[in-house]
T-cell receptor, first 114, second 115 residues
Framework: SQKIEQNSEALNIQEGKTATLTCNYT??????LQWYRQDPGRGPVFLLL?????KEKRKERLKVTFDTTLKQSLFHITASQPADSATYLC?????????????FGKGTHLIIQP | EPEVTQTPSHQVTQMGQEVILRCVPI?????FYWYRQILGQKVEFLVS????????KSEIFDDQFSVERPDGSNFTLKIRSTKLEDSAMYFC?????????????FGSGTQLSVL
């Protein structure tokens, strides 16, 4: 069966450093992969989408890589700030037409310490 | 910025009662979704909806659940006879078929407590 693995432990990073979160998946080959941020008691918020033919994508302080051979995506936050503290969810997806439901990983809880 | 709105933010109900959770998706979006998140667990897909019919549903979405788009703006999730294990945060989401339809916009959720 399809499986999505994210760092199960909380990740503590000092402010100003780069935070790197990992998403591994098995038993399928997604056409694209999304990253979302979730704050306590709130809905997920879209951050970045990377397609299988893209190795890297950037948005401001965020960078995502997608290695289809390793079946892994890395999510980086550079110059991290306490406001970046949240749970980050990855969602590797097939390319489908229309309203495909996203399957999320359990998420990595990131804590940026001042 | 347009957003998905959900009402109520909290709903308390007795086991066996019916509940209806309401959502107003972003106005030009045509794909609609319900997800749930049990406390401390991951966000789980329930159902997707397009063109007035269910597009995809998960194993969780059994006969106790139904969805409806009763008018041009609302999207509802009904749970016919609630169980204790239905207690969760329920999120509605929508996406734009003309744009990046893979990108989902989520509401703030309805916290359902079944007593």
């Amino acid at each position: 069966s399809q499986k999505i693995e994210q760092n199960s432990e909380a990740l503590n990073i000092q402010e100003g450093k780069t935070a790197t979160l990992t998403c591994n998946y098995t038993n399928y080959s997604p056409a694209y992969l999304q990253w979302y941020r979730q704050d306590p008691g709130r809905g997920p918020v879209f951050l970045l989408l990377i397609r299988e033919n893209e190795k890297e994508k950037r948005k401001e302080r965020l960078k995502v890589t997608f290695d289809t051979t390793l079946k892994q995506s890395l999510f980086h936050i550079t110059a991290s700030q306490p406001a970046d503290s949240a749970t980050y969810l990855c969602a590797p997806q097939f390319s489908g037409g229309g309203a495909d439901g996203l399957t999320f990983g359990k998420g990595t809880h990131l804590i940026i310490q001042p | 910025e347009p957003e998905v709105t959900q009402t109520p933010s909290h709903q308390v109900t007795q086991m066996g009662q019916e509940v209806i959770l309401r959502c107003v998706p972003i106005s030009n979006h045509l794909y609609f979704y319900w997800y749930r998140q049990i406390l401390g667990q991951k966000v789980e897909f329930l159902v997707s909806f397009y063109n007035n019919e269910i597009s995809e549903k998960s194993e969780i979405f059994d006969d106790q659940f139904s969805v409806e788009r009763p008018d041009g703006s609302n999207f509802t999730l009904k749970i016919r006879s609630t169980k204790l294990e239905d207690s969760a945060m329920y999120f509605c989401a929508s996406s734009d078929p003309q744009g990046d339809h893979e990108k989902l916009f989520f509401g703030s959720g309805t916290q359902l407590s079944v007593l």
